[in-house]
């Protein structure tokens, strides 16, 4: 099973970026997905995640109305659009399957995607 994470980058305060988690080995088009980050000397936290088909979608208070999360199963892949970006949401971002969004902790990983946003 692999995750891939790309899309991350360097970009100025107020920007945008999507990332994308392309996921093969399995099919994760039945199972909920989630985005997770680790910013430089903190832990890993959740980011936002979304249910099988897309319907239900939850984030973090601190990216809540910035961030988008979607899916298209068919190409079982999952998106994070992320508009109106700030230094603090700089960090390693993290696609995960399988996971608990409270203790940050999953079954499957990605190798993560560098995201800096400068001031």
């Known amino acids: 099973v692999q995750l891939v994470e790309s899309g991350g980058g360097l970009v100025q305060a107020g920007g945008s970026l999507r990332l994308s988690c392309a996921a093969s080995?399995?099919?994760?088009?039945?199972?909920?997905m989630g985005w997770f980050r680790r910013a430089p000397g903190k832990e890993r936290e959740f980011v936002a995640d979304?249910?099988?088909?897309?319907?239900?979608?939850n984030y973090a208070d601190s990216v809540k109305g910035r961030f988008t999360i979607s899916r298209n199963n068919a190409k079982n892949t999952v998106y994070l659009q992320m508009n109106s970006l700030k230094p603090e949401d700089t960090a390693v971002y993290y696609c995960?399957?399988?996971?608990?969004?409270?203790?940050?902790?999953?079954?499957?990983w990605g190798q993560g995607t560098q995201v800096t946003v400068s001031s």
């Open positions: 995960a399957g399988d996971y608990q969004r409270i203790s940050a902790t999953a079954t499957f």
């Open positions: 080995g399995r099919t994760f088009s039945g199972y909920p």
């Open positions: 979304i249910n099988w088909n897309g319907s239900i979608t």
